[in-house]
């Protein structure tokens, strides 16, 4: 992998000067190095801030494939950004050269140019789907979407399967570890160029605004002051401590802005249009709702009209019965005075109808989810975030610096504004110093969440042979990181196979065995630390002990024989012994430090004049220690009255003294080479588990999928049995629970409106903390459905259970009442994309028909505003 060079010959594409003639504009350096990757045949990888133009990239691909007379297909990861991507390339090309495939709604499929979600790519990869041929180029939009824990594995599935002869154009935001991606890529498709920009094209500046109960109106402070957090901001913060307040209350002086507050600041900081991002379908209509209710105007009397234009045109494929049940008045009411809402349960025609006022400028505030930052080309001035904690249905978790880039890269329109604003709200749970901390952070690394499915291990047994399904396992970016990882450990590992026989060869002694010396000492320290039953015992002994006599300590690093040098009696009754070791270390001994009463068990004359801080009376008692000759009949050193405890201890020393390693002038460098050696040891045996883990991680967990299915009997042996067949054509993250309804007959029978409140159940999941709906079936034979789907979701979640897989998530019927009655909102679109499916796969015909019958009733009126809209 490697960045091409502005310096480099590259072989100019006869469509290449039609395409820059046609955009009007100057490219930047990045987009030129790109196009000349594509020019030369190569794969590309551009990683480069929102809004710097990336998309060139991908259109020059299109163009390209075009002039070829070959095919482009476009991915995206949501069927909002395909919708606009369709309608882009559509004016560009023409509508009969563009297509659009969203897995419910197909237009134009057979066209050279196709838009279409990540999914029906994979889906027609796994299908060898005939619309492969003729593929020149694949554009993989927000490419670093494949570290999505749900459906970031597509995205790999998409690099690994692809046919070998197309070329990838993966476009993504800026991440730090871009270089290992793009190599990743190359070692799966060929040569790849890595084309990276860190600059962003407007100016970004981050900003912390504070309510406060003691100021008309918010604090707006920068965040950082010459590059470092705003101290201004932090002694702000700290004041956020509870202060006595009305009626004695205890009452913070800080407080989060009201949203009101917030756009009438931007309003007069000239900093709209905004988008204000909230996590939560209902706060952003509670959010238009307040500035409604505010009497907030935010347009002039031209921009209303246009607005209202506009918007009439948008919702002119809606019935009137269907425009009173939106809350068509009040919602219009809104977006004339400037402000709306914005996130995917809204009716397609509202939400286009909301973009494209907002890309006219014409709106100046959106209250917006997340959504909103996945590539939708709604630039703003200035970002908002209310809170940097999202909900995710289970905890409240804090954004990733790779959530927060993503949402602050809308700040900043290329070509209008100087500066793009990220605004932050106080929060009382977050201070100051982590606000700075998440917005300070440039980048972020790329994570893989690859892991093998019921479905993806369904297709592997189909299409390969078992080494080659390992094998494509093995080409996953998880796997490719886990190897990066494994060649450092590895290193690490031949460092410390060195370090180790280094270690040992200094551990080994002529005059014994060390190791058996080591455990000897062990076993003497353990034995030490046993107390005696009676210390007064030992504190007499001592009292006897005479300067000149040889003890034998137990344990410790005082361990082995001594000579006794003097003697003290402190008050109290104490006694203290001064002793030299054989190396000639002067040490202290006390009661404690033998566990049964000691005697002596040899005698030296001490040298004369007596002067026990001298360096040659010390070398004296030390040499003739060594060589002294020790009493050894009986418990050597011990009195015979005494516990037992205390005579092992001094059954051990007096062994340990006698052992040929004891000798040895070097016994010190041996133990400590040795007992490095041993941490080593621990240590290497630590990183082979690691390389092991990291090596047999994917492969283990796809043969316990493998099992799971043998068990379930979807596969035998390496192949696939007819329901193993029927699942490798469900595409759905309850994938195996559906075929096992499917080959329990739940769907057969029902009717077209009872099918689709069913499939509901594995769709619809519930949002925000709220308490969770009730079961609502409208008849008894679905209710009685319902329970068997319970029951086999038990079922497999044991089994999954068992053998240590990721849980299926659980069904919920908390949609099915409304589905049964074909009530529409954003969870109609997953239901008619997976009842299309049933249709397809479903062996009983009549099963069949009902879904597809169902899937054509959901896709009317409302759902079907937008024929090439958000469904």
Not at 71 to 78: C, E, G, Q, R, V
Not at 189 to 209: C, F, K, N, S
Not at 222 to 245: H, I, K, M
């Amino acid at each position: 992998m490697s960045e091409p060079k502005a310096s480099e010959p590259m072989s100019r594409a006869p469509a290449r000067d039609a395409f820059l003639a046609a955009l009007g504009f100057e490219l930047d350096p990045f987009q030129v190095r790109a196009l000349d990757a594509l020019d030369a045949g190569r794969s590309v990888l551009v990683a480069a801030p929102t809004g710097s133009g990336k998309t060139v990239v991908a259109e020059y691909a299109v163009a390209k494939a075009l002039d070829e007379g070959r095919k482009a297909f476009y991915t995206t990861p949501l069927k909002a950004l395909s919708n606009q991507k369709f309608g882009d390339l559509s004016r560009r090309h023409g509508p009969a050269r563009v297509g659009l495939l969203t897995g419910d709604n197909s237009i134009n499929g057979d066209a050279p140019v196709v838009v279409m979600t990540t999914e029906v790519l994979r889906n027609m990869i796994y299908a060898d789907s005939p619309a492969l041929r003729g593929l020149r180029y694949v554009v993989l939009d927000e490419v670093h979407y494949l570290q999505d824990p749900y459906r970031g594995p597509v995205w790999e599935e998409v690099i690994i399967h692809s046919p070998p002869d197309i070329d990838l154009v993966c476009l993504s935001a800026t991440v730090s570890n871009a270089e290992e991606f793009a190599d990743w890529v190359e070692t799966v498709r060929g040569d790849t160029a890595a084309v990276i920009e860190e600059q962003r094209p407007v100016e970004l500046h981050h900003l912390y605004m504070v309510g406060d109960r003691e100021s008309d109106r918010p604090h707006l402070l920068q965040t950082f002051v010459d590059g470092r957090p705003n101290p201004e901001a932090a002694r702000l913060d700290a004041r956020s401590v509870r202060t006595p307040g009305w009626r004695g209350r205890p009452r913070g002086r800080l407080q989060t802005p009201r949203r009101i507050e917030v756009i009438e600041r931007l309003h007069d900081e000239g900093m709209l249009p905004a988008i204000y991002f909230i996590f939560s379908r209902n706060a952003c209509d509670d959010a238009a709702r307040q500035c409604l209710e505010s009497g907030m105007r935010l347009t002039s009397p031209d921009e209303r009209t246009r607005i209202r234009e506009v918007a009439e045109a948008k919702v002119d494929v809606l019935t009137d019965a269907d425009l009173d049940v939106l809350g068509y008045s009040r919602w219009l009411a809104g977006l004339e005075a400037g402000f709306a809402a914005h996130h995917a349960g809204m009716v397609p025609p509202f939400k286009e109808a909301v973009e494209t006022c907002f890309a006219a400028g014409l709106v100046k505030a959106v209250f917006a989810t997340e959504t909103l930052a996945l590539g939708i080309n709604m630039p703003a001035r200035s970002v908002v975030i209310e809170k940097l904690t999202k909900f995710t249905g289970e905890r409240h978790e804090f954004l990733t610096p790779g959530q927060y880039t993503q949402l602050t890269g809308r700040a900043g329109r290329r070509g209008i504004d100087d500066v793009g604003y990220a605004v932050v709200l106080w929060s009382p749970f977050v201070p100051f110093d982590q606000v700075a901390g998440l917005a300070s952070t440039r980048t972020y690394a790329l994570s893989s969440s690859f892991r093998p499915t019921y479905n993806m291990a369904a297709n592997l047994v189909r299409r390969y042979p078992p080494d080659t399904a390992h094998h494509l396992l093995n080409l996953s970016f998880a796997q490719f990181r886990a190897d990066r990882d494994v060649v450092r450990l590895e290193t690490q590992l031949e460092r410390n196979a060195e370090l180790l026989a280094g270690y040992r060869e200094s551990a080994t002694c002529d005059l014994g065995n060390v190791e058996e010396y080591r455990a000897l000492l062990r076993d003497t320290e353990t034995a030490a630390r046993v107390r005696p039953s009676s210390t007064g015992e030992v504190v007499q002994a001592l009292d006897r002990i005479k300067p000149g006599d040889v003890l034998v300590v137990p344990g410790g690093k005082s361990g082995g024989r001594v000579a006794v040098i003097g003697t003290t009696r402190r008050r109290g009754g104490d006694v203290r012994l001064r002793a030299l070791t054989p190396e000639r270390r002067m040490i202290t001994l006390s009661p404690r430090d033998f566990p049964a009463p000691p005697r002596p068990v040899g005698r030296i004359d001490l040298p004369t004049p007596y002067a026990p801080s001298s360096g040659a009376f010390q070398r004296t008692v030390a040499a003739d220690l060594s060589h002294a000759e020790l009493r050894t009949d009986g418990i050597v050193g011990v009195a015979p009255a005494l516990s037992r405890s205390g005579d092992r201890a001094m059954a051990l020393a007096a062994e340990l003294d006698a052992h040929a390693v004891s000798g040895c002038p070097d016994l010190h460098a041996h133990l400590r080479a040795a007992e490095r050696a041993e941490r080593l040891a621990r240590d290497t045996e630590r990183l082979e588990r690691r390389i092991r883990g990291r090596t047999e991680s994917l492969a283990r967990q796809f043969d316990r999928v493998l099992r799971v299915l043998e068990a379930w009997g979807y596969v035998d042996g390496w192949a696939l049995t007819d329901s193993g067949a029927q699942l490798a054509r469900i595409y759905h993250e309850c994938d195996l629970l559906v075929a096992e309804c499917l080959r329990g007959g739940l769907f057969d029978g029902l009717d077209p409106p009872s099918v689709v409140s069913l499939a509901s159940t594995f769709s619809y999941e519930q949002r925000g903390r709220g308490a969770a709906p009730g079961a609502w079936f409208p008849t008894p034979e679905l209710r009685k459905r319902w329970g068997d789907v319970e029951r086999l979701a038990r079922e497999l979640e044991l089994a999954e259970h068992d053998a240590g897989l990721p849980l299926t998530r659980a069904p919920d019927p908390g949609f099915a009442g409304a589905a049964h009655a074909s009530a529409a909102g954003e969870e109609l679109a997953e239901i008619i994309g997976l009842l299309r499916q049933l249709g397809e796969v479903a062996g009983d015909p009549q099963t069949a028909s009902a879904a597809r019958e169902a899937a054509d009733r959901l896709f009317r009126g409302v759902v079907a505003a937008s024929a090439a809209v958000d469904v």
